[in-house]
């Protein structure tokens, strides 16, 4: 079994971020990127099908600039067998990607596709499902557990009641959620290994997907600062704040 | 912003201070390229923010304990370090023929950073291990390499060095520990150790003691002293840890900092049979460890400097965000507070710091980098010459940051005020942890005397000049540099004074008052050095800025306002120190012990 795992380029967790003065955006410069958390988890997972001799071949992909190269050298480093980076500079929108991430589906056959539910960037939440619809293929979103067998795989989902566990028919698409694993560390070993593991660059042209962004960005702001709070003296008074102050009762 | 790292710090003492381009070009460094050496920065910086950083305070307030039978310690240690062994940091810096990954030292000594600047404690056994693994593989036979260095690289069994006893600290002559022969082949150790770091824990499947004792009937003083490998567990014949080798545990010291890694007083030979196993010749034991003492000594300097860099990273955090006050000509009550990074007494709070820490660093890089070019250089002349170099810039390695980095510490809690000196906030840990620094490993005093009594004088001088040419170099790129020749000047009157100085010392046929102030001496000694790697690191920034990137120039800028801090602030210190230790004061020397306290 061939699993296609795609991996966003994002600025690091613990980057504190700052928006731009013209509120164009956020400032990358001189920012520390990382691999998206949850693609991370969905790198894991790939690796675990494949030591677990269940899957034959990993394979990374990722829309970004040329930097993301390092991202996918991370994904090799923990396991992947070989990279594609489809190169742009542009912004790329979850629709665009998923276009994308078909077209390379097609190409590559995987019989699996894990990738991160959302990335910590602009947090959308939309390519897996968006693939998932042009491909016409089963879904199985924020995943914290999977079981692959018989052609099929158990997705246990992580809902707002609780749990739910549904059963896809191959080939699927499985979005992972933070509880699904522990990604490991790569080593050092497998840092030079990766170097050598192969890693195909392409443009978007080379794709004829139209990924022209569907949404303007009017402007980007810093959320608001949360304001103090206050004490109340009793229940009454807190219960005639929320109805005449805050309007919530 | 990272708590434990500034990348672009490291990548401009690589690139652009440095020539790490260069040196991979050569020898086995050609496996890497810029991109696998960032992989593996990016790793170590992983692994440290997430395995090592997190549990720093805890740990330091829950310090290992021991019950009497066994240490026990917070579980993070054991599986900081397992994942630390996992991904092969341990043999990160070892040749590829024996398993490692023959990784540049200054590589090296950026990852190493990272989890000491992230958790000192824990960092330590690492340190340990690595130095006592490295004395192994110089100095012993093929048998005893095959036996333990495998296990060490893989951190399956951690190490240690055995050195000082209750009575025997910075004067190792007086040891007592005692190797006796026996028909086996093997020797019989008996006696104590004290401020064995590492010397007990339950982490590690077994624990490889380098261990001083003198041999019966050898010379006497230092010229008997054999080193032995003594380990925890006697070692079965297919390499599978075997029974105990009575190396007992009598306590553990409560230290102010670096609290994490066990320290301890080790008992030898006391319940039974220790077996040790002499490593090379009898009696050559001191000459072996001093080899690798000089690794150690960068080591420590590294950790003094990272410690430093941690009160400085945090602190700088703090002052961005902290809101007290208004500027001293704002009269208006109801005008909003500033952040505290405004106040012009902040600014130099952390400009002290950023000075100390950043000079620090440039100094442990070149270091490293002579390391580098020591193991590619083919030529033996050119060798001897990096190893000169090497000698007389050890000691001001070891003991500038250890001071003047702790300094650092100082004004990072200042930054702070009140909350800095709580245990709530890192910096006062981070003050405790770096202390350490002047005492072990050779302590401050010991430094200026290996300086002033041996390294500048060594080969007839020789090492002294060649560092003078070094330096000279960097005063020739200056004198044309716009803006740096101002600079230029003052090193070289520093320079020079400090010449002068050397000189009148050498004319001193009394010993004792020639070295009578040797420390003082290697703490100028110690600015000039770093003043000369701040005018590198100017003109390495002044380049930066002409050709750079525009989302770099703050940080270029950064690098020439602290060249000129240095020079404004602290190297016209050094004049006072040259004329007061070139002139052979001779108060402390003479000052009575009685007259201290009138009895």
Known sequence: MKILVPVKRVIDYNVKVRVKSDQSGVDLANVKMSMNPFDEIAVEEAVRLKEAGTAEEIVAVSIGPE???????????????????????????????????????????????????????????????MLAALLGWAQGTFASKVNLADGKIDVTREIDGGLQTVSLKLPAIVTTDLRLNEPRYASLPNIMKAKKKPLDVKEIGDYGVDVAPRLETLKVTEPPKREAGVKVESVAELVDKLKNEAGVL | MSLIVNRRDIDFLFYEVGDLDEILRNGSYTEFDRGSIDAVLDLAQNMAERAFLPFAGALDANEPAFDGEKVSMMPQVGEALYAFAEAGFFAAGFDQEIGGLGLPSVVCQAVQGMFACANLSVAGYSFLTVAAANLLNECGDAEQKAMFLPKMLEGKWFGTMCLSEPQAGSSLSDIKTMATPTDDGHYRITGSKMWISGGEQEISENIVHMVLAKIPGGPPGVKGISLFIVPKYRVNLDGSVGEKNNVSLIGLNHKMGYRGTTNCALNFGEAGECRGYLVGEPHQGLKYMFNMMNEARLAVGAGATMSALGGYLYSLQYARERLQGRHPGDKDPASPQIAIIEHADVKRLLMTQKAYVEGALALLYYCATLVDRQRLSTDDDERWELKLLLDILTPVAKSWPSEFCLEANKHAIQVLGGYGYTRDYPVERHYRDNRINAIHEGTHGIQGLDLLGRKVRIHDGAALKLLTAEIEKTLAAASTTVGREGEARTLKEALDQCHSTIMRISQCSDVNRALANATPFLDAFGHVVIGWMWLRLAIAAINGLESGKEADKDFYRGKIAACRFFFNYELPKTEHVFRLVGSLDDTCLTVTPESFIGE
């Open chain 1, 67 to 129: 930097k993301a190269q390092d991202q996918l050298r991370q994904a090799l480093a923990m396991g992947a067998d070989r990279a594609i980076l489809i190169k742009t500079e542009e912004t790329v929108e979850p629709l665009a990607v998923a276009k994308l991430l078909k077209k390379v589906v097609e190409e590559e056959s995987p019989e699996l596709v894990i990738l991160g539910k959302q990335a910590i960037d602009d947090d959308s939440n939309q390519t897996g499902q």
